[in-house]
């Protein structure tokens, strides 16, 4: 057993980490140059179409079911306050930011980017996207840290 979820938690450790890096990917660049180019909110709203049909979603997927796991895991006895920390950031800051800011944020930019001739939409959009986008990348690397240390 404790090999096994050794193995779990370094998946864990990895899959996070790795999340962390596509989302700080976006929030160092990314979306800054998306917003600097006219057909940004277009370009945006095919990356939105073409992730969900990528290696992303199996990764999003593994890493937050690893974090419930190892949440769930770090309440058992011997409690261990890092690991269910970590799990705990992982799942508020990555999952739940996800599901709760930036999904929506990208439905409602494909619903709007026809009827946004000024772009404001776009420039609301990118700078709440990317706000929410940094915290995802905070908790993602910091989850990791946390779980790799545990």
Same mark, same amino acid.
């Given at each position: =057993?404790? #090999?096994?979820?050794? $193995?779990?938690?370094?998946?864990?450790?990895?899959?996070?980490?790795?999340?962390? %890096?596509?989302?700080?990917?976006? *929030?160092?660049?990314? =979306?800054?140059?998306?917003?600097?180019?006219?057909? %940004?909110?277009?370009? =945006?709203?095919?990356?939105?179409?073409?992730?969900?049909?990528?290696?992303?979603?199996? @990764?999003?997927? $593994? *890493? *937050? @079911?690893?974090?419930?796991? $190892?949440?769930?895991?770090? &309440?058992?006895?011997?409690?261990?306050?890092? &690991?269910? /920390? %970590?799990?705990?950031?992982?799942?508020?800051? =990555?999952?739940?930011?996800? %599901?709760?800011?930036?999904?929506?944020?990208?439905?409602?930019?494909?619903?709007?980017?026809?009827?946004?001739?000024?772009?404001?939409?776009?420039?609301?959009?990118?700078?709440?996207? #990317?706000?929410?986008?940094?915290?995802? #990348?905070? /908790? /993602? $690397?910091?989850?990791?840290?946390?779980?790799?240390?545990?």
């Amino acid at each position: =057993m404790d #090999t096994l979820f050794l $193995l779990l938690q370094a998946v864990a450790v990895i899959s996070m980490a790795a999340m962390g %890096g596509i989302y700080f990917v976006f *929030s160092a660049f990314v =979306m800054q140059a998306l917003a600097a180019v006219p057909a %940004g909110a277009h370009a =945006m709203t095919e990356i939105n179409r073409v992730i969900v049909r990528s290696l992303f979603v199996p @990764l999003f997927v $593994l *890493s *937050s @079911l690893l974090a419930l796991f $190892l949440l769930l895991h770090g &309440l058992l006895i011997p409690f261990s306050p890092v &690991l269910f /920390s %970590g799990s705990l950031i992982y799942l508020i800051g =990555m999952l739940l930011c996800t %599901g709760l800011f930036n999904v929506p944020l990208n439905h409602q930019l494909e619903q709007r980017l026809e009827h946004d001739p000024d772009r404001r939409f776009w420039a609301h959009y990118c700078r709440r996207w #990317t706000r929410w986008n940094h915290l995802r #990348t905070i /908790s /993602s $690397l910091l989850a990791a840290v946390l779980i790799y240390s545990a």
